[in-house]
């Protein structure tokens, strides 16, 4: 079964930046939307940013003009760049992903396992 990789999370200081990226695990025969959620402690999971397959970007008010998503199609990887970072995006940062697998018809939708993301001095 496909599974979404995330990596790219870590430790960082406020106002500093990280790249979180997410590919499937192995081949698939397309990728539809995709998009980033997060969840804090003790919080609901919460969508950050959303693309779609022609690249049409949403995103949530509280990361507009930090954070910015983009995918590679080629390369069926989908990015997140979050600069200046706040102590309330720490989180723990899921990728999500509507795909068909290689050699199957049906489109199905996926999670990764997560990647934390925390912003401390």
């Known amino acids: 079964q496909v599974q979404l990789v995330e990596s790219g999370g870590g430790l960082v200081q406020p106002g500093g930046s990280l790249r979180l990226s997410c590919a499937p695990s192995r081949s698939i025969a397309s990728i539809y939307s995709m998009g980033w959620y997060r969840q804090a402690y003790g919080k609901q999971r919460e969508l950050v940013a959303a693309?779609?397959?022609?690249?049409?970007?949403n995103y949530a008010i509280s990361v507009k003009g930090r954070f910015t998503i983009s995918r590679d199609n080629a390369k069926n990887t989908m990015y997140l760049q979050v600069n200046s970072l706040k102590p309330e995006d720490t989180a723990v940062y899921y990728c999500n992903a509507a795909l068909i697998s290689a050699g199957e018809t049906g489109l199905t939708d996926y999670w990764g396992q997560g990647t934390q993301v925390t912003v401390s001095s």
């Open positions: 693309i779609t397959s022609g690249s049409m970007t």
